[in-house]
DNA sequence: ATCCCGAGGG
DNA sequence: CCCTCTGGAT
């Protein structure tokens, strides 16, 4: 079954302890766009969050739903008007694409309302297990995964708890290390950990809580 | 130069 | 596993 060692005979780190550290470190690790914004816009901005900084993403984001405030408006866009509205975030032709697309599918599909289960919005164009994620816990409060990112898939096998590079099998080491209910949240605290010290690279570790535990540390 | 709260395709 | 797609920030 697992390749995973037996965590009694080699206890090379204690996945509770880190995750219980990095949440007394970071209590303020929620992503803020669920605090104000709707289902759908969550996932049109995590859409284009992709390989960009969220502060670039934010800097468009009025614009982009005050032009285009639902699915019907977006999945009836203009390419050209809407690429220049989302251009500053990168990759703007793909993007623009998918989340009219998705906005197609969710207005014809869907009834302009966005899905809450993982095999409807993996449907949509541009949705993949990452952005689903985002989307079911911040929008509707659901744990049904863990959303692998850069920065989760770099501490994940910075400290040794997955070696692969694949965004899925890093998901499902974590899955099996941590407990269901703590996914969506832990998610949020391992990005703010990734961000805030573990980053790619000069890593804080002099200050880094967990490094005790991380096999990164121990060979540098 | 190098990275960013990735997806799709090979 | 690999690669490409893009602009902006550092």
Redesign the pocket.
């Known amino acids: 079954m697992s390749a995973r060692p037996d965590s009694r005979e080699y206890p090379r780190w204690d996945a509770d302890k880190v995750y219980r550290v990095l949440c007394s470190k970071y209590p303020d ?5 669920r605090h104000f914004r709707s289902p759908f816009q969550i996932l049109i901005l ?2 284009l ?8 993403v934010d ?1 468009i984001a009025d614009s982009l739903f005050s032009r285009y405030p639902d699915s019907a408006a977006l999945a009836s866009a203009l390419t050209p008007e809407l690429e220049g509205i989302i ?8 993007k623009a694409r ?1 989340i009219m697309g998705a906005s197609r599918v969710l207005h014809e599909t869907f009834g302009d309302k966005v899905p809450d289960d993982m095999a409807s919005l ?1 449907t ?9 994620n ?1 989307v079911l816990y911040h929008a509707f409060s659901k744990n049904e995964g863990i ?1 692998v ?3 989760v898939r ?1 501490l994940a096998n910075r400290i040794g708890f997955s ?5 899925d ?1 890093v998901e499902n080491d974590l899955m099996e290390l941590f407990p269901e209910g703590s996914w969506g949240h832990l ?2 605290v391992f ?2 950990h ?2 805030r010290c573990c ?3 000069g890593p804080l570790c002099e200050q880094c809580p967990i490094s005790c535990y991380c096999a990164f540390f121990k060979k540098r």
Do not use: E, N, Y
């Not at 690790?29 to 766009?33: E, H």
């Open positions: 690790a929620a992503w803020k766009q995590t859409i969050s992709a390989q960009t900084t969220d502060r670039q800097a251009h500053s975030t990168g990759f703007f032709h793909a998918h993996l949509l164009p541009g949705v993949g297990r990452k952005t689903a985002i959303a990112d850069t920065h770099r070696s692969s590079q694949d965004q099998r998610t949020d990005i703010a990734g961000r980053m790619a690279r």
